[in-house]
């Protein structure tokens, strides 16, 4: 998935609508079935709601890459020290 805005992607749900219902109708009766007032208030609720996710936090994709590649640079610096302990004794 391609880095897109939190805002941006709420909107695009707007404008798409592909809203969630039951956050849509809450933020209706808070705003007094005010449309504006209710996209505005969707919007931030969204945004909140897809920070809280980390659906577009590098985090995810960060994290399961950077183990296997500490692993393998730790079993790389052992085994150079292995190797030169066996060939490079005094």
Known sequence: MKDIEPIELAKQELKDNRYRCNLMEECLEISNRDPEKAENLYIQKRIFEIKQEGHLS?????????????????????LVAFLVYIFVKP
């Open 58 to 78: 590098g985090e995810k994709e960060l994290r399961p890459m950077l183990m296997p590649l500490l692993i393998l640079y730790s079993l790389g610096i052992l």
